[in-house]
């Protein structure tokens, strides 16, 4: 359990800014600290830096980007922060909403311009609640190439990231000033470490199943397809300290994990005209509602199975992610050349199968709007080959937390921010609201990106005015 430690005890040695946790948010400040002057360092409890950015797709949001104006795309910043709140149905946080709209462009051109990022716009297809298409990923479209390529940039700049250090206390004053922090190894020892500012940057609770039964008790049973070492330490920290907790069931789940194989199966099999059938072979929601509701809606299946049913373009389109041509690789994707095939593949009833494609080709040929809601207007048909993949529903990370200003510095109940103490992605409240349904696609590495530069830009200067 991480503690708080009120003590004026003596430090084994002192670095001006602190950061725990190595991922997207932790990487991108100790860049941000290191250009604002300081040498920061980074205490991952890992023994090489990964965390849920190397789970994830490694995509993010960001509209007006030099990228996204190379590829011909019209987009603006209020029209990314209208998406953002339209989804979140009108609940994201105002101040932190502001910041990370206003600051993703920023915050993408400043990782490719000085950090080498070559960051280019998924420009062929939509994500669901996006009016623009403003994805950038790398060339892999994966967190693990973002990840690789956050260390790197971060090893080049000379800052320090010390592996197998488990953060598990903070050290803070009487006024709640954090002045350091314990650091355990994996042979047990223990270090003192002091600060002049502390970034938390090691996301959220998704690993802790007793934090998930109280905050999201409908997925306290579900597949956790994050970190584990994402146990809540952050805000456990934060509220001993008197920190303001937002939003704490606020979430982001996936319907469309490969089982058992425990791969991403990107959404674009949906949006590009695919649908989710359940084991008798019926469809038994909208899918064009967005992959995070689609964690409950595949969940609540016998068995907690779906299948994803699209077909050979839509493969195309999907096999630009590294994790689908994985999944292929694994034998997870199948293909039939009819729907009887497919039914035999699927163990599934030829009748039904076929029942549901002709609904489904029906709706796209008179543009109509289904049952569960779903507009077919303009879709394209699928055609043999038919593809399918069996899938299950996850929770992939938290999204509320740590109640942090414009400037990522986390606030007490009340509004007045503690005294040295900054948060960023998970560990942060999100813009996503309470709700899963309120995830827009990126949400998660969009707060972990550019709350991660302007809270360790902001530690950096408060570190050296307190020099």
Not at 443 to 455: C, E, W
Request: charged share 20%; aromatic share 6%; with cysteine.
């Amino acid at each position: 359990m991480p503690r708080v430690l009120i003590d004026d005890g003596p430090f084994d040695f002192t670095v001006p800014v602190a950061i725990v946790g190595s991922g997207a948010a932790g990487l991108c400040a100790a860049l941000a600290a290191r250009e604002a002057g300081v040498d920061p360092v980074i205490f991952e409890r890992d023994a090489l830096p990964q965390g849920s950015t190397a789970l994830s797709a490694g995509l993010i949001p960001a509209p007006g980007t030099r990228a996204q104006k190379a590829a011909g795309i019209t987009d603006s910043v209020e029209l990314f922060a209208r998406d953002i709140q339209a989804k979140a149905h009108g609940e994201a946080d105002p101040v932190v909403l502001k910041t990370v709209a206003g600051g993703a462009a920023p915050a993408i051109d400043w990782l490719s311009d000085q950090h080498g990022l070559a960051f280019t716009v998924v420009s062929d297809f939509s994500y669901p609640g996006h009016s623009a298409r403003r994805m950038h990923g790398l060339a892999s479209r994966s967190g693990a190439e973002l990840i690789d390529r956050l260390r790197a940039a971060a090893e080049a700049a000379g800052i320090d990231i010390v592996t197998g250090a488990h953060v598990t206390a903070l050290v803070a004053d009487a006024k709640g000033r954090v002045r350091g922090l314990v650091v355990t190894r994996p042979d047990g020892t223990t270090e003192r470490i002091g600060c002049g500012a502390l970034v938390l940057a090691c996301n959220g609770y998704g690993g802790n199943k007793t934090l998930v039964a109280e905050h999201i008790p409908a997925l306290k049973d579900a597949l956790y397809f994050g970190h584990p070492g994402n146990q809540g330490d952050a805000v456990l920290w934060g509220a001993a300290l008197g920190a303001e907790l937002k939003h704490m069931s606020g979430h982001q789940g996936h319907g469309s994990v490969a089982h058992p194989h425990g791969i991403l199966i990107t959404w674009a099999t949906m949006t590009e005209g695919g649908f989710q059938v359940n084991a008798s072979g019926e469809r038994f929601w909208n899918e064009a509602s967005g992959y995070s509701e689609a964690a409950l809606a595949v969940l609540g299946q016998p068995g907690g199975i779906a299948f994803d049913i699209f077909d050979a373009r839509i493969a195309a389109i999907a096999r630009q992610f590294e994790d689908f041509r994985r999944a292929e690789a694994a034998g997870a994707v199948v293909e039939a050349e009819s729907s009887d095939e497919l039914a035999r593949r699927l163990s599934i009833c030829s009748q039904v199968i076929r029942a549901t494609l002709e609904s489904v080709a029906d709706f796209k040929r008179r543009g109509g709007i289904d049952l569960s809601g779903r507009d077919w207007s303009g879709v394209a048909q699928l055609e043999p080959p038919y593809c399918a993949v069996k899938v299950t529903g996850a929770l992939f990370h938290t999204q509320g937390g740590l109640a942090v200003d414009g400037r990522a510095r986390v606030l007490k109940v009340g509004g007045e921010p503690l005294p040295n103490l900054f948060a960023a992605g998970g560990a942060a409240v999100g813009v996503s609201g309470p709700d899963a349904s309120g995830y827009l696609s990126g949400n998660g590495l969009l707060t972990a990106v550019v709350l991660g530069r302007i809270a360790g830009g902001e530690a950096a200067r408060l570190a050296l005015a307190s020099c």
